[in-house]
């Protein structure tokens, strides 16, 4: 398998699976919000400084949808993950350096 076949069908699973599978997370709060209520803690909690960011709590602002606005999230949080990733990779690639003798 060519490797661009291989990146672009790894790329397309991850963003059905942000988009679709997270469809289907669940509401409930998480592993340490979940066992601050039950110490008795949980209301000390406050909102991060991200809070009023366009993906805060996994959600996208705008759409009333929260399933939808979930999974919009999820595939944001892929793209951004791809482009990052990939721009890393680009910039400590391996060169030749017969090509930049020039």
Known sequence: MRTRTF????LLVCLLV???????A?????GLEHV??????????????TA????????????EDSRVSGGLAGVAGVALVAVLGGGLF??????DPAASDG
């Open 90 to 95: 680009w910039l400590v690639r391996r060169r």
């Open 26 to 30: 669940s509401a409930h709060p998480d």
């Open 52 to 63: 009023d960011s366009p993906l805060a709590d996994y959600q996208t602002r705008g759409v």
């Open 7 to 10: 990146l672009a069908l790894g």
């Open 18 to 24: 942000a988009g679709v599978a997270s469809y289907y």
């Open 36 to 49: 601050a209520e039950q110490a008795g803690f949980g209301h000390t909690a406050e909102d991060s400084a």
